[in-house]
């Protein structure tokens, strides 16, 4: 089972880049890296997802080196809206089972002015 | 369209009552989740509905809790005779298909046992 381990929190101010890290040592060759945003009293939401490499999308970079033990989400430019709780998750989508999705505490991430 | 919706929103309940938590999941999507979430914890795996797949029940935490899925459509979750301990927010989200590659979460129901 592909544990993560993240920070418990960040401090940033807004138009700063914010990198959070996971540590993910015992990923599995199916398993992709997925994390997601959670503001209070919400449902977590999808952020970015990726398997090597290097992925971008409108609102993160997702940095994943060779061998793939760990993964860094970057936050361009944050405002006070970036302020969540962003999960790491390691699964294999299609090959596993359900229960092996683990969202762990996640990092608490606040931005200040 | 519309996303994943829960209802109640808020579920005060004594404890030893039975309660029903519902989710509508978006419209198309074969996987359907259920998570619990404990004050500042992260998210805890419940559940697990895969088109006409058998369920994954693996995260129950006893045998108090089940659930059902009618028609690959609407789920409930229900927790028989509750306990202080069962107070958490409950969380549903649906994904496309198996390939689980984005959940969409609902935004939660918050049970209180009291």
């Known amino acids: 089972l592909a544990k993560t381990t993240q920070p418990i929190s960040m401090d940033s101010y807004e138009g700063q880049e914010v990198n959070i890290t996971c540590s993910h040592n015992?990923?599995?060759?199916?398993?992709?890296i997925t994390w997601y945003q959670q503001f209070p009293s919400q449902g977590p939401r999808f952020i970015i997802q990726g398997y090597k490499t290097k992925v971008t999308n409108e609102v993160a970079s997702l940095f994943i080196p060779a061998d793939r033990k760990s993964s860094t989400l970057s936050l361009p430019r944050v405002s006070l809206s970036d302020t969540a709780v962003y999960y790491c998750l390691v699964d294999a989508p299609g090959y596993s089972s359900a229960s092996k999705i683990i969202f762990g505490s996640g990092t608490r991430l606040s931005i200040r002015p | 369209g519309a996303g994943v919706s829960q209802s109640p929103s808020n579920k005060v309940t004594e404890k030893g009552k039975d309660v029903e938590l519902r989710c509508d999941p978006i419209?198309?999507?074969?996987?359907l989740y259920w998570y619990r979430q404990s004050l500042g914890q992260g998210l805890e795996f419940l559940i697990y509905f895969q088109g006409n797949s058998a369920p994954d029940k693996s995260g129950l935490p006893s045998d108090r809790f089940s659930a059902e899925r009618t028609g690959g459509s609407v789920s409930t979750l229900t927790i028989q005779r509750t306990q202080q301990e069962d107070s958490a927010v409950y969380l549903c989200?649906?994904?496309?298909?198996?390939?689980?590659?984005?959940?969409?979460f609902g935004p939660g129901t918050r049970l209180t046992v009291t």
């Open positions: 419209s198309g999507h074969t996987a």
């Open positions: 989200a649906s994904s496309l298909n198996e390939q689980r590659y984005e959940q969409y």
């Open positions: 015992n990923i599995a060759t199916n398993d992709y």
